[in-house]
């Protein structure tokens, strides 16, 4: 089964930017239906993105849209999370998910669950 590892979170000011990473091993992220999640303290795990296998379709949380890009680069078998003008209410333990399949934007329908990462936007 796939094992999933985040990487890229830390601190940063609202309007700036992190990169995410997501690396597989035990299986291929071509091979999943591959999404990012978030959890606050306090909430339920939200949706943030999602890319399904291909022919690659994309989607984004509405709070999302317009500032962050899933991708997902098959030679490093690595699914990316760009964040860009953050805002304090992106803080949230950001989790990599990967499902058996088309597409999912769905936490209770994910197969295989990374450890987290922690993002912290201040004002």
């Known amino acids: 089964q796939v094992q999933l590892v985040e990487s890229g979170g830390g601190s940063v000011q609202a309007g700036g930017s992190l990169r995410l990473s997501c690396a597989a091993s035990?299986?291929?992220?071509?091979?999943?239906?591959m999404g990012w999640f978030r959890q606050a303290p306090g909430k339920e795990r939200e949706f943030v993105a999602a890319?399904?296998?291909?022919?690659?379709?994309?989607n984004y949380a509405d709070s999302v849209k317009g500032r962050f890009t899933i991708a997902r680069d098959n030679a490093k078998n690595t699914v990316y999370l760009q964040m860009n003008s953050l805002k304090p209410e992106d803080t949230a333990v950001y989790f990599c998910?990967?499902?058996?399949?088309?597409?999912?934007?769905?936490?209770?329908?994910?197969?295989?669950w990374g450890q987290g990462t922690q993002v912290t936007v201040s004002s």
């Open positions: 998910a990967a499902s058996n399949l088309y597409y999912n934007n769905d936490p209770q329908r994910c197969d295989y």
């Open positions: 035990g299986g291929t992220v071509s091979s999943y239906a």
């Open positions: 890319i399904s296998r291909w022919p690659s379709y994309t």
